[in-house]
């Protein structure tokens, strides 16, 4: 979370040299060159130079594990999108020249290791938004991206209500039955399609468990609204401030929502967040509903190729 290419450069470096620490065996392997444990310890101890770079680091880990285990490797990068949505959160309206330096740095840095590396198995990346797979030209391009609304892998996205069961059995409540119906009316109601039109109930992982925590040795407690403590999207909070979100025609559906339950809105999922500032994205509904969507603030209802039914998920949202 900085704001320069080079602070961002310096952290990476950091995380980078951390990772590679995890790994320090590799050093000693009797199946890696000394070449390659000469690069290895320049990447622990961040001595960089026209031989190793940011850019082929994870490359040349997964190369290293692959060599001394003859496993191929798998890379899991959690909040991928990070540094970018930070950017986007403190100035969307003047941020589009270090958005892509640093957008372009982070694709180069994974495109490098998830495109013609033989030592890759998978790459899974998570994040908030997919911005960075729709920036043209980032040569990142070879990712399956998967959402909430996407049939396959939508039931990873959230606890379902088999698991939130075993979660209140586990703790052996005197109460059991008070508790998860607390839990169903608070934070259930993420709708998930499975199979043809069927769809199951998602429960938000990040507030079950802290209600769970507080709950646990004093079931009086009330449930709370963990929602505002999460953060949510910095983005649309600032799109709402906006004056040009106040004139436009579909902010009273917005505003009407808690009354009416549901809103419909212009929808197109390959919108890029990349290519707005504060004015043109607080009048376009298709960053709304991306972002209402994605942020976890609504639930979709049904949707088509050019409009989703958006609905409150339940009482924390709600509220």
Known sequence: TETSLEKIEEKLKILVSELYSQYLYLSQSSKLSEIEKQSFRQYVDQDYNSKISLENSLKFLSKLLYEHHKQKVYI????????????????????????????????????????????????????????????????????????ITDKKFSQHFGFLIDEVKHLVEKLE?????????NIKDWYNGYSVPVHGNKHIQAYTPWAVMRYLNDVYGDEEVEPQNYWVQSG??????TL?????????????????????????????????????DLSTASKDERIFSYLLLNSGYLTALSQNNTHITLSIPNFEVRE
């Open 232 to 237: 949510a999207s910095t983005i649309f909070q």
């Open 173 to 181: 409540f005197i109460k059991p039955e008070q508790i998860l119906k």
């Open 76 to 147: 899991l990068v959690d909040e991928y999108d990070k540094p970018v949505n930070y950017l986007l959160e403190q100035n969307l309206s003047d941020s589009t020249d270090a958005v892509q330096k640093i957008a372009h740095l982070i694709t180069r840095i994974l495109s490098t290791c998830g495109k013609s590396n033989d030592y890759l198995e998978k790459i899974l990346l998570t994040g908030i938004f997919d911005s960075l797979k729709k920036e043209g030209g980032s040569g990142f391009n070879n990712v399956a991206v998967y959402g």
């Open 240 to 276: 709402l401030k906006n004056e040009d979100c106040a004139e436009s025609v579909f902010i009273n559906s917005l505003l009407n929502i808690t009354q009416i339950g549901n809103v419909t809105l212009e929808y197109n999922r390959a919108v890029s967040l990349f290519k707005y």
